[in-house]
């Protein structure tokens, strides 16, 4: 059974940075793609990036793109969410998750952690 497991969240300034990081058991198929995703107080959950298995092609939502990166180390069953220039608006509970198919949408998430809270304040 697929186990995510995150950490890093925390409390920060607007324009601060903070290194997510997911750690997946050894269960989890280095082929899967691994994503995060983020809910704020009473919306619905977002897809933040994503991350093929090889690592190769990342993807990004428009509102963090060129502020997020989405580093994956297959050797430590590892992926990352890189977060620099954060806005009171990147608050919320940020999810990792795994697919064997799409990494970009809910429907399609085999896996998910129990997420880690990011807090922005101005």
């Known amino acids: 059974q697929v186990e995510l497991v995150e950490s890093g969240g925390g409390s920060v300034q607007a324009g601060g940075s903070l290194r997510l990081s997911c750690a997946s058991n050894a269960a989890t198929p280095k082929t899967n793609c691994m994503a995060w995703f983020r809910q704020a107080p009473g919306k619905e959950r977002e897809w933040v990036a994503d991350?093929?298995?090889?690592?190769?092609?990342?993807y990004y939502a428009d509102s963090v793109k060129g502020r997020f990166t989405i580093p994956r180390n297959n050797a430590l069953n590892t992926v990352y969410l890189q977060m620099n220039a954060l806005s009171p608006e990147d608050t919320g509970m940020y999810y990792c998750a795994s697919s064997a198919s799409k990494c970009n949408v809910t429907e399609s998430v085999s896996s998910w952690g129990r997420g880690t809270q990011v807090t922005v304040s101005s």
């Open positions: 991350i093929s298995g090889g690592g190769r092609r990342q």
